[in-house]
Nanobody, 114 residues
């Protein structure tokens, strides 16, 4: 069973940047559409961005132009570069495939606050 481990979250001021990483324990990136998801307090987990094996990307409207998803197949790692962060980006961020195939990791907390 592939395990997913997210990291890179933290506390950042509005307008700041963070880079999240998701390390997979197996070589799945080249054959799967990978995604970042987030869950804010009291809300359901929602999609943020996807990256397919061909390099095509998809972003929800609220993060377009600010977030960039990428991957390093050799490192089995997916990244999410987040710029111009807003308080509404505060959430726990997770990665997984799309559709979901693996058990969710612990996620990484992102808090945007002054």
């Amino acid at each position: 069973q592939v395990q997913l481990a997210e990291s890179g979250g933290g506390l950042v001021q509005p307008g700041g940047s963070l880079r999240l990483s998701c390390a997979a324990s197996g070589s799945i990136l080249s054959s799967r559409q990978m995604g970042w998801y987030r869950q804010a307090p009291g809300n359901q987990r929602r999609s943020v961005a996807f990256l397919d094996p061909s390099g095509n990307t998809y972003y929800v409207d609220s993060v377009k132009g600010r977030f960039t998803i990428s991957r390093d197949n050799a490192k089995n790692t997916v990244y999410l570069q987040m710029n111009s962060l807003k308080p509404e980006d505060t959430a726990v961020y997770y990665c997984n495939t799309n559709p979901i195939e693996y058990i969710w990791g612990q996620g990484t907390q992102v808090t945007v606050s002054s």
